[in-house]
């Protein structure tokens, strides 16, 4: 039953919006599809796609970055 309502959850609430950060992306646990790029940002509205387990897809506002590791 649990699963069941965090899906609706998922659908009515998150769905239609864009998530502001990719913080707020790993909190709620998504993984990350791909950065957008060009004339996609105009028509998607966001600069990353991210996924929840139950496969729907998220927007968010701003880039995935890999972090750099600095080789001292």
Do not use: A
């Amino acid at each position: 039953m649990g699963k069941i309502l965090k899906y609706i959850h998922h659908y009515f609430n998150f769905k239609s919006k864009n998530i502001p950060t990719c913080e707020e992306c790993e909190k709620m646990n998504l993984t990350h599809f791909l950065n957008v790029y060009g004339d996609q940002i105009n028509r998607l509205n966001c600069r990353s796609l991210w996924y929840c387990e139950y496969g729907f897809r998220y927007r968010c506002d701003e880039l995935k970055v890999k972090s750099k590791s600095i080789l001292k």
